[in-house]
């Protein structure tokens, strides 16, 4: 079994239809019932995350028959939807609004993404930015490169290597222990600038593209890093756990480093969290 682009081209057109009939009419126009909480205020699903989702699984489903889906919300209802990621033959990892938060807000800082695993290995990512109209994609093997509907594509490249006290990254520290948040973010001053956009598809888009060198996540969900880490890869980046270990989507300890190299990515880890070095 392969995927190839045009099935890439499928699923992401897919989004597309999603995105313009699900989200962005909801997009500033979402009632009070229509944003809930999950695990806490700074969790919430809306109406937009779950109608998206329900659309695109039903379509995957369609033209994937034997395919597993696992969108974020069909796990926050049923967490064993993830046990079987690692033996599927095809499975397709879902997050329909990816950066709910800032959706929420009528912040126009969000995405919809998808990852296709085979036998638990990342062979296609795809984020969708529905206000620019546009993909990043990436097929394992055949790079990755920004899609317009007009068919028109650009190549992503990670940015080149720079000093630590040059590095602009994305610094993500919610999920981290009680212990280690005062140890990365009173380590921020080292680096030139960090920032949280509370949106994983656009940090991935950011650092696959070179403007941004770095990202660093505390939390390692699948629908969150399988898609922007094949990017991101295939955009010549390294991204490892905390503790150096390679990604991979069933893998759900531990936090996450992407930058543009090995040695880029030692220097976050040990600059942010040198008592891990």
Known sequence: MSFSRSDAMAVADLLRVAAQTEILPRFRNLSASAVRTKTSQLDL???????????IEAELRRLFPSAVVIGEEGVSRNPRLL?????????????????TLNFASGLP????????????EVVCGIILDPISDDWAMAVRGEGAWIQRPDGSTVSLHVSPAVPLSEMAGNVSWRYLPETLRPL????????????DLRCSAHTYRLIAAGHLHFSFSSSVMPWDHAAGW?????????TAHFDGSAYRP????????????E?????????????QA
């Open 45 to 55: 699903v809306t109406d937009a995350d779950e109608a998206a989702e329900r659309m």
């Open 83 to 99: 046990d079987g990621l690692d033996a599927a033959d095809l499975a397709f990892i879902l997050d329909p609004v990816d950066g």
């Open 109 to 120: 800082l969000f995405g919809v993404m998808a990852a296709v695993t085979m036998k638990g």
């Open 184 to 195: 990365v973010t009173g380590n921020l001053p080292k680096l030139a600038m960090a920032a």
């Open 230 to 238: 094949l990017i991101h890869r295939e955009a010549g980046g390294y």
């Open 250 to 261: 069933a893998n759900r300890s531990g936090g996450l480093i992407s930058a543009p190299d």
């Open 263 to 275: 040695a880029s990515w030692r220097a976050v880890r040990d600059a942010l969290l040198p008592r």
